[in-house]
């Protein structure tokens, strides 16, 4: 197997494409090691110190380490022989069913929100997953769209400014009842920020 490895806009994600599917349709995000309990693969490269985060597309899997100090040319060997390692047992990428899309069309959707689900899943997010992240939606509420970004969007620099110009704009230019975009973390990320800041303030108190 030849892994190949891409650059992502987050400096601190790379996309693996081992060349074989990965997931037969849409995308699974693992923001950190308890989350992946479903997948054997994701809980083997969480084992890797350094790896923050994993997240699988259709044919890529994108790795986003935890800080800056720890170097890419480190981390690589450990992650290419887990992933050929993988590939090789036969083991199941999922182990349980995932849940159904997020931008699935519902009955009690109105005309907005089924149009907001279209553009993201049309428009949106094939352009986001190239680039080894996904937006999923979230809700629609007074006008504002909620959106939470995932794998390599998380945390990355440049996916505030994508939400407000990129994704905003379109979705406003399409549907005019669309006033903003906000992005949203979930309890889960709001725990793993709070622990990220508490142990920074601490290496800090020690120097």
Same mark, same amino acid.
């Given at each position: 197997?030849f892994i190949q490895t891409q650059e ?87 182990? +349980?069913? $995932?849940?159904?899309?997020?931008? !699935?069309?519902? &009955? %009690? /959707? ?6 907001? #689900? ?18 999923v939606y979230m809700g629609f509420e ?34 005019? +009842?669309? $006033?903003?975009?906000?992005?949203? !973390?979930?309890? &889960? %990320? /709001? ?6 800041? #508490? ?9």
């Amino acid at each position: 197997m030849f892994i190949q490895t891409q650059e992502t806009p987050n400096p601190n994600s790379l996309k693996f494409i081992p060349g074989v599917p990965v997931l037969e349709a849409g995308t699974k995000d693992f923001p950190n090691a308890q989350s992946a309990y479903c997948s054997p693969l994701a809980r083997q490269l969480f084992r890797i110190d350094g790896v923050r985060g994993v997240f699988f597309g259709s044919d890529y899997i994108t790795v986003t380490k935890s800080d800056d100090d720890i170097e890419w040319k480190v981390l690589n060997p450990d992650i290419y022989a887990t992933v050929m390692d993988f590939f090789a047992s036969n083991l199941p990428i999922l182990t +349980d069913e $995932q849940p159904s899309a997020d931008t !699935e069309i519902h &009955e %009690d /959707d109105d005309e907005t929100v089924m149009m907001i #689900k279209e553009l993201l899943d049309t428009r949106i997010r094939p352009t986001v997953q190239e680039d080894g992240g996904d937006i999923v939606y979230m809700g629609f509420e007074d006008g504002i769209v909620k959106l939470k970004m995932q794998g390599s969007c998380t945390g990355c620099p440049s996916s505030a400014i994508t939400l407000k110009s990129g994704v905003q704009n379109m979705l406003q230019f399409y549907i005019p +009842d669309v $006033q903003g975009v906000e992005q949203v !973390e979930d309890e &889960e %990320d /709001d725990l793993v920020n709070e622990e990220f800041k #508490k142990m920074e303030e601490k290496l800090d108190g020690d120097k």
